[in-house]
């Protein structure tokens, strides 16, 4: 198999696991496929941080479409690619009929904090961003490093204007107690009141 047929490979099943097989899955099980769309209007960050998704999305399988702009080893980007799309499936079969994409208010979904949530609270970001690096270091060009730093900017402003207000505002003092436990992307990195928020 070529690095072409290998990378148009591991990029179809990251696609069909996180964004065809999921959400039928979540149809099956709950009646809903899950996806709630851009979370208000372009004067809200979470409205952007949808829109940079939404360019990743698309710049992924483009940046097959270019060159290779330096030669690289192919087996580091296959693994680190491969454990990422890994992580993003289960840690999104891990949250259950709570899983979604997007955030609407009305939405009272239970707070998962166990399993891989007990280590970071967004492994779902983790295994996509995981994903991004790993494809950048199999087929690194210009579109691909872009992907990468679209879906960056997409998960930071989710995460930090979007998701965890409307949890905060949900669960209270059980997310609060979580979220000063468990790291936002990385282990022990981003919790709150640990002088390691950044993360």
Same mark, same amino acid.
């Given at each position: ?9 591991l990029?179809?099943g ?5 964004l ?12 809903a496929?899950?996806?709630?769309? $851009? ?8 409205w952007? &941080?949808? %829109?940079? =998704?939404i *360019?990743?999305l #698309?710049?992924?399988p ?26 993003t499936?289960?840690a ?14 009305s939405?009272?979904?239970a707070?998962?904090?166990t399993g $891989?949530?007990a280590?970071?609270r967004?492994?779902i970001?983790? &295994?996509? %961003?995981? =994903?991004? *690096?790993?494809? #950048?270091?199999?087929w ?6 872009s ?6 900017v997409?998960v930071?402003?989710?995460?930090r ?7 905060h ?12 436990r ?15 928020a950044?993360g």
């Amino acid at each position: 198999m070529t690095r072409l047929q290998l990378s148009v490979s591991l990029v179809s099943g990251y696609f069909l696991g996180a964004l065809v097989l999921r959400p039928l899955l979540h149809r099956l099980r709950t009646g809903a496929w899950g996806f709630h769309g $851009l979370s208000g209007t372009p004067r809200d960050a979470g409205w952007w &941080g949808g %829109l940079a =998704f939404i *360019a990743s999305l #698309v710049l992924t399988p483009l940046a097959l479409w270019r060159p290779l702009s330096i030669e690289t080893p192919p087996a580091p980007g296959v693994i680190v690619a491969s454990f990422g799309a890994l992580l993003t499936f289960f840690a999104q079969s891990a949250m259950g009929a709570s899983w979604r994409i997007g955030v609407r208010e009305s939405d009272r979904t239970a707070l998962v904090t166990t399993g $891989l949530f007990a280590v970071v609270r967004n492994p779902i970001f983790t &295994g996509m %961003l995981t =994903f991004a *690096a790993g494809l #950048v270091a199999l087929w690194p060009n210009v579109l691909s490093l872009s992907a990468a730093v679209a879906l960056l900017v997409a998960v930071e402003l989710q995460v930090r204007f979007v998701e965890e207000p409307y949890l905060h505002r949900l669960h209270g003092d059980a997310y609060r107690a979580w979220s000063r436990r468990v790291g936002r992307f990385i282990p022990g990195v981003g919790r709150f009141g640990s002088g390691t928020a950044g993360g």
